[in-house]
Nanobody, 118 residues
Framework: VRFVESGGDVVQPGGSLRLSCETS????????MKWYRQFPDNKREWVAT????????YYADSVKGRFTITRDGAKNMVYLQMNSLKPEDTAVYYC????????????WGQGTQVTVSS
């Protein structure tokens, strides 16, 4: 199982970024795809999930209305569109997959750094 995240950058508050995650090693359509983030204090937080069957998105309250998770089954990719970014969104962002809403693979990618600062 492999996850390769990209798209992180340094942006000003109010800005936007689109993160991408390339996946391999599992049957993409069978799994819910998820984004997590890890803050500078090493606390990890779930950000969003898009279900495998219906494509239904779910969001943490902290990002609801600002972030959008999508998936592309033809490319085995998952994306996170982040708008109206805030300094508290600064973190390393990771994607993962699970066949339950709370589960993930034990394998993690290298993540992509998002820094929101003026």
């Amino acid at each position: 199982v492999r996850f390769v995240e990209s798209g992180g950058d340094v942006v000003q508050p109010g800005g936007s970024l689109r993160l991408s995650c390339e996946t391999s090693g599992f049957t993409f359509s069978d799994y819910h795809m998820k984004w997590y983030r890890q803050f500078p204090d090493n606390k990890r937080e779930w950000v969003a999930t898009v279900s495998g069957a219906s494509g239904m998105p779910y969001y943490a309250d902290s990002v609801k209305g600002r972030f959008t998770i999508t998936r592309d089954g033809a490319k085995n990719m998952v994306y996170l569109q982040m708008n109206s970014l805030k300094p508290e969104d600064t973190a390393v962002y990771y994607c993962n997959a699970g066949n339950g809403l709370l589960s993930t693979f034990p394998d993690w990618g290298q993540g992509t750094q998002v820094t929101v600062s003026s």
